[in-house]
């Protein structure tokens, strides 16, 4: 490094810091790391405690209490009888049954269709058809939710495309019912499963399939031991975004579901028609243990430290 | 990730916020709730228009030109009166009764499933008809009834009404039906191609169906059922719910479902039979075992803060001029007679019988179902609407 002669002397110029209060507070605040990041961090910390944990809280706290039938206003006389109703009752048994199985199938399906698109973009595609390739993955959820569910039930009515496109091997349109549920919210969610595999992808170095190539590992062998360990955190996370979207759908079930309901139709027919919040509480803190049950196992196999 | 000491303390500290705020939100729970009804007093006079008011409708009950500048009878009336209105529309019944407890509306059309609601919890008051000149003009046979009054007191002026019909496609259910048996007993022939309205109210369907077809269960009144009768309709639907295709709440859905023919017998209105694209194959019918249907009641709020513009506002929208512009609208039979030499389409009042009261009298309106039978049973315990509701999840499974 070469300093240039010809420069002033900087510390000439520099004005010597004045003890203003704004000075001696900021030295205050260098001094003490921790106050500093507290400072930092209360602001948006304040604002995820009050819109997640106070809600979650409010949730909780609503369950225990009860409706008079014929006010219809909320009593709050504390009593169990919500949680034990959801917990014993054969309804929310066989809907939480149907709706973990409608979610589970929903990830696999997305995790199988994702895998092959994210490792062709992220591997194999030049770099000009990889952002092509993305644009497309989100083109998708740049339209509304709801006009995609009702393309899918069109797509599926009796005389439509799907009819239309299997009639010649012989095959029918599954109708409206679960079938056509997983198939639609398979495709509301995959982009968000593409997206974290895809970047998982990326971070694998191609050196690192060459040397394994190098070593006599085959293609199955490679992506096995190679490249499945490294991504799974990514499978992961996607399997998070799809498994718990599919948990709370309502919508998209009461478009193309059939007669069907899942738990986030319980929950919204209690809270609308039977204006009954505080059971409409306890059936929500299904999903919400499922949820907390399922991260808990995935931190087990722990994909979630290298997240 | 190694537990390093600051981070537990960070996680107690997580879990001592989340208690603050549990004890913090009981705390100011504890203060609301209760709600004591006092039977208020209709109005013998009329005062000085307050100059505004607040009304609570259906949507397409209020309509200013703001969603079609074709479609206003809402500024007539402000010119008129001078009242600026100002209006919020619901989406269910429940969801105008839980509304109509912020005391911030002067005026709510009810259906039947809240009206009787809404009187019993004080949130409405009586309505003095002689302040309404329009009323004279208003079909006898909905005036004074169940969901409309109390013990001979007048809580509100009726709007519109229409029933809840069988549609059914010609070509796939013959010969033509004149009985419910099409979605009940006899609904496997169409399995998978049935629909019914999708709310606990729909038990109210399979009652009037059981009236005939089950004399032994004795069921007078479909809003008013014991333990018994409600466990056999309840049986009914869940055997119908095996050849169920939908369930329909969005009257669009049920449109497109017939239009596709995925869809092809069902409970229906005669608004979505007017919907349908010209030359689908369906059709509507009143079956002879009677149907269930709506009745609105235009009602004052018990602490209307503008209860002069509130009764303006029933006297005007009850007027045949309004009235057919309204229900035309919505797509219902006007509670006015006159109503019918005012709207666009000629056929109106004859399409959705309005003023025949033989047709009428075989719609059972919609009521609230509650613990004291509307049948005037005094010696049993009816079921009431929150039973209907586990009733109805249950039927769908």
Known sequence: ?307 | MKRTPARRTSLTLTGVAILTTALLLTACGTSQGGGATEPTEAQTELGELEGSVSLLAWPGYVEDGSNDPEVDWVSAFEDETGCTVTSKTYGTSDEAFSLMKTGDYDVVAASGDASLRLVAAGDVAPVNTDLIPNYEGIFDFLKMQSWNSVDGVSYGIPHGYGANLLMYNTEVVTPAPTSWDVVFDKSSAYKGAVTAYDSPISIADAAVYLMTHQPELKIENPYALDETQLAASVQLLKDQRVNIGEYWSDYLKEVQAFETGDTVVGTTWQVIRDSLAEGTPAEVVLPDEGATGWSDTWMIAANAKSPNCAYAWLDYIASPEANAQATEYFGEAPSNAGACDFTVNPDHCESYHAGDAEYAAQIWYWSTPIAECLDGRTNVKCTDYSDWTTAWQEIKG
């Open chain 1, 1 to 307: 490094m070469t300093v240039d002669a010809s420069a002033p002397p900087r510390r000439a110029v520099v004005p010597q810091p004045r003890g203003t209060i704004a000075r001696q507070g900021s030295v205050f605040l260098s001094r003490h790391s921790r106050l500093r990041l507290s400072l930092l961090l209360s602001a948006p910390l304040f604002w995820l405690g009050l819109v997640y944990i106070a809600a979650l809280a409010a949730l909780l706290i609503t369950a225990l209490w009860t409706v008079d039938s014929f006010t219809g206003q909320i009593s709050q006389t504390w009593t169990v009888d919500n949680i034990v109703a959801v917990l014993t009752g054969s309804l929310y048994q066989t809907v939480t049954l149907r709706t973990v199985g409608v979610a589970l199938l929903v990830t696999i399906i997305d995790i199988v269709i994702a895998l092959p698109i994210a490792f062709y973009m992220a591997k194999v595609a030049s770099p000009r058809a990889q952002r092509l390739l993305v644009i497309a993955i989100l083109m998708p959820l740049w339209a509304s939710y709801l006009v995609k569910a009702y393309a899918w039930r069109s797509v599926l009515s009796q005389g439509g495309i799907f009819e239309w496109m299997m009639s010649p091997f012989g095959g029918h349109s599954p109708g409206y019912g679960l079938p056509a549920t997983i198939i639609t919210l398979s495709y509301l969610w995959l982009p968000y499963v593409i997206l974290p595999i895809y970047a998982g992808l990326e971070r694998v170095p191609d050196s690192l399939l060459e040397a394994s190539a190098d070593l006599g590992g085959g293609t199955w062998s490679t992506l096995r031991l190679v490249v499945l360990p490294m991504i799974w955190p990514a499978i992961i996370a996607g399997s998070i975004f799809s498994f718990s979207l599919s948990l709370g759908d309502y919508i998209t079930v009461n478009i193309v579901g059939g007669a069907n309901q899942m738990l986030g139709n319980l929950v919204y027919t209690n809270v609308g028609a039977a204006n009954n919040l505080p059971l409409a509480a306890a059936i929500a803190l299904i999903p919400i243990l499922i949820i907390f049950a399922y991260l808990a196992a995935v931190r087990r196999t722990g994909a979630l430290n290298n997240l």
